[in-house]
């Protein structure tokens, strides 16, 4: 037989909470639907005021979770649950948590400001942390690279804010800087001119700004011209390798030399005489 007393009070008991827990129900099904509709309102938002793809992924997540970390303290509350001591707990819990993922934190902080700042973008090459390659994707943490030798490498977020980053994908130009050395013994001016006539005949140099051909250091063995033209960050590399070669071959048909590192050691005579003396004793 059941004790009449205590089903009395069960009764009560749900009769209280139903509908604390019917609403708290309510609160969860229709919150998660509203902090998804949010999140797609907050990415479709960011797209069409232009920013970058990564950044409205990130925002709209955030919403997300920051939405169902909201109306899960509000079903608790429709409980009857003092949600300020469960606040302190998450609090605590939080902090524990950072103290223990400090680095994570770090580079999801730094990919915050990468997606923020923009300093470069998907396709673009850069140098980031002394690692230097074409970006494929941004993340929250960490940033995918693929190098010029066709290796995929992921640099954390925090290497790349903390160190200098370099874009030379960000500017439509560049300068292509090069040396030549010539002998002392060949002619400077004839030289001037295969450099000159170089640079004129590569279609891919721009006109302007105008290319700088002038002498710039009389060195130990040899005379230093630099080259500088200017072309589209695009075709970089490939003029580069273009006048290099299409001068190295120009300067040996003219006969003028590209000299290698030497020194002139003079021996004086008296130098010379002294132990020539010495063996004849």
Partial sequence: MFDIDWIARLQEVVAGYAP???????ILVLGFFAARLLSKLVARVTRRTGLDATLGAFLGNLTY???????????????????????????????????????SLGNFAAGFMLIMLRPFSSGDFVEVAGIAGVVESISIFSTSLRTPDNKAIIVPNGSIVSDNIINYSRKDTRRIDLVFGIGYDDNLLEARQIFERIVSENPRVLDEPATVIAVDELADSSVNFVVRPWVATADY?????ELIEATKVALDAAGISIPYPQQDVHLHGSAVAAPAASAEA
Avoid at 237 to 241: D, G
């Fill in 65 to 103: 979770f920051a939405a169902l970390a909201f109306v899960f303290l509000a079903a608790l509350d429709r409980l009857g649950v003092n949600t300020t001591s469960f606040a302190a707990v998450v609090a605590a819990a939080g902090l524990a948590i950072g103290l223990a993922l400090q680095d």
């Fill in 237 to 241: 590399f490939a003029v580069r390798w």
């Fill in 20 to 26: 604390r827990a019917v609403g708290a129900a309510l």
